[in-house]
């Protein structure tokens, strides 16, 4: 009896830190929130990406770029992108003029030096990693809910690795 008590109690600890490692994105009233970083760090979300085996999406955005915040608006409050990323990613904001430190694969930039170091010149734009924090792609520019649903199928799919997104798309294999 005892045991099984212990064994229970076990469980509903392991239940509870999975619930909020995934539910990461919730915000204090019950929806989900893709508008900022809900307290975790770049490092923390990268680890949680890799203990959970999901992909990661970087949301690389400036204060004052109006097509970011039309992404925040309209395709971050997306039913089906909501749910597509909390299903399969780890979600990250990141501010590209920001000049906080960050650990990207055992190097040290600033926000501003790692979105650089993916060659964004424009913004908004969405880097992909695998759930390792190895690049996949890099999607630049204001991207609707739609397209960025099947974006988002395409990359958790892992379609990527055996064909184009335009066969990706023909083959309707984003429904």
């Known amino acids: ?3 099984s008590l212990i064994a229970l109690i ?9 619930f909020f ?3 990461g994105l919730e915000g204090n009233n019950g929806e989900t929130d893709l508008s900022s970083n809900d307290g975790k760090s ?3 979300k990268l680890e949680a990406a890799k203990s959970l085996n999901k992909k990661i999406v970087v949301s690389v955005y400036t204060d004052w770029c109006g097509w970011c915040k039309k992404m925040d608006r309209e395709t971050f409050k997306n039913e089906s992108v909501i749910s597509e990323i909390v299903r399969n990613f780890i979600f990250i904001k990141l501010n590209a003029e920001s000049s906080e430190e960050l650990t990207y694969q055992g190097e040290k930039y600033t926000k ?3 979105a650089a170091a993916f060659g964004i010149k424009g913004y908004p734009a969405t880097i992909f990693l695998n759930s390792s924090s190895d690049p996949i792609t890099v999607v630049p520019g204001y991207i ?4 960025f649903t099947k974006i988002l199928k395409f990359i958790s799919s892992e379609a990527y690795l055996n064909q ?3 066969k990706f798309i023909e083959e309707g294999k984003q429904n």
Do not use: H, P, W
Request: no cysteine; aromatic share 10%.
């Open 21 to 23: 490692a995934i539910g």
């Open 112 to 114: 501003v030096q790692f």
């Open 164 to 166: 184009t997104f335009e």
């Open 144 to 147: 609707d809910g739609d397209m």
């Open 1 to 3: 009896m005892k045991n």
């Open 10 to 18: 076990i469980l509903g600890v392991v239940i509870a830190i999975t």
């Open 42 to 44: 770049f490092n923390e």
